[in-house]
């Protein structure tokens, strides 16, 4: 019954292409094991994957 939206959507998935940012896909990957396996809150561990996304992401700024 937990599943039962899951499996459903999943027909339809399509595999998020995140390969060019292997820091994003790291981070991704680690929320989602966290939630599914360890039972972590979902808002959480996605904003910690979306901050560590981000961080990675950012271009630096040289000083004026």
Do not use: N, T
Not at 17 to 32: G, H, K, M, Q, V
Not at 45 to 53: H, I, N, P, S, Y
């Amino acid at each position: 019954p937990k599943m039962k939206v899951f499996l459903a959507q999943l027909r339809s998935a399509h595999p998020m292409l995140i390969e060019a940012f292997p820091e994003a896909a790291l981070a991704y990957e680690i929320a989602l094991k966290a939630v599914l396996i360890d039972g972590a809150d979902p808002v959480q561990a996605f904003k910690v994957a979306q901050d560590k996304a981000q961080q990675a992401a950012a271009v630096p700024v040289a000083p004026a």
